[in-house]
């Protein structure tokens, strides 16, 4: 039960900060979070499921430290 509601939560928190950052997905910030995320930071380098996993693991992450404040 909490992995889902911590999907679902991080599903949630993925959606504020797309909105947040006005869905400008080429700006510094999500350049930036693509390296440190993904190393290169060419998303097309690696598996679609992989990629969504480690996108839907960081919203998770990011639900749990915003639960915790």
Not at 17 to 29: D, V
Request: proline share 3%.
């Amino acid at each position: 039960m909490r992995h889902l509601l911590d999907t679902l939560g991080g599903l949630y928190q993925l959606a504020r900060l797309a909105c947040l950052s006005h869905l400008n997905f080429k700006s510094p910030y999500w350049q930036w979070r693509l390296y440190t995320a993904f190393g290169s930071g060419e998303l097309s380098e690696r598996p679609l499921r992989r990629n969504l996993h480690t996108i839907l693991e960081y919203g998770r992450w990011v639900h749990r430290m915003r639960r915790g404040l």
